[in-house]
T-cell receptor, first 107, second 116 residues
Framework: KQEVTQIPAALSVPEGENLVLNCSFT??????LQWFRQDPGKGLTSLLL?????REQTSGRLNASLDKSSGRSTLYIAASQPGDSATYLC??????FGDGTTLTVKP | EPEVTQTPSHQVTQMGQEVILRCVPI?????FYWYRQILGQKVEFLVS????????KSEIFDDQFSVERPDGSNFTLKIRSTKLEDSAMYFC??????????????FGDGTRLSIL
């Protein structure tokens, strides 16, 4: 059974810092991996989706990588801003989610 | 930008009662999903739906649950004989392609279900 783990559970950084969020999974037979953002009391917003055949995806200040052989994905956020404060979730095949990393960016 | 809408935002129901959660997916989307998130826990997949039938369901989605697309716009989740442990945030999502695609899902803001 696929297991998804996200480390760290929480992260607090000063504004402007670059940061990396980690997602690891146990079964490399994935179709895609999606990174979401969840704001308190809100639904999930899809940030980036990487298909199994891809190594990375970029959108603005966000870059997500995928290494199936090691069972890992990373979400890189450049020049963090207070508005980036949220919980970030990774999900495999739209059906298996991690616990999330709660990010706080301090002004 | 089109969005997925869910109603009500908060539903309070007595244990044992039936509840229907409603969702209006994005109009040109073909694939629909329900998820739940118990407070402080992971988002859990319940069911996916395409072409008027269930495509995939999780172990959670037992006979207590059912889904329906009663018309061209609504997508509903019915929970029969509700239990205390059904209390959670329920999210609806839609996409215009299925699991294996490169099309992201769009989520609603959820319905908070409280069972008393």
């Amino acid at each position: 059974k696929q297991e998804v783990t996200q480390i760290p559970a929480a992260l607090s950084v000063p504004e402007g810092e670059n940061l990396v969020l980690n997602c690891s999974f146990t079964d490399s037979a994935i179709y895609n991996l999606q990174w979401f953002r969840q704001d308190p009391g809100k639904g999930l917003t899809s940030l980036l989706l990487i298909q199994s055949s891809q190594r990375e995806q970029t959108s603005g200040r966000l870059n997500a990588s995928l290494d199936k052989s090691s069972g890992r994905s990373t979400l890189y956020i450049a020049a963090s801003q207070p508005g980036d404060s949220a919980t970030y979730l990774c999900a495999l095949r739209q059906s298996t989610f991690g616990d999330g990393t709660t990010l706080t960016v301090k002004p | 930008e089109p969005e997925v809408t869910q109603t009500p935002s908060h539903q309070v129901t007595q244990m044992g009662q039936e509840v229907i959660l409603r969702c209006v997916p994005i109009s040109n989307h073909l694939y629909f999903y329900w998820y739940r998130q118990i407070l402080g826990q992971k988002v859990e997949f319940l069911v996916s739906f395409y072409n008027n039938e269930i495509s995939e369901k999780s172990e959670i989605f037992d006979d207590q649950f059912s889904v329906e697309r009663p018309d061209g716009s609504n997508f509903t989740l019915k929970i029969r004989s509700t239990k205390l442990e059904d209390s959670a945030m329920y999210f609806c999502a839609s996409s215009d392609e299925y699991h294996y695609s490169n099309q992201p899902q769009h989520f609603g803001d959820g319905t908070r279900l409280s069972i008393l």
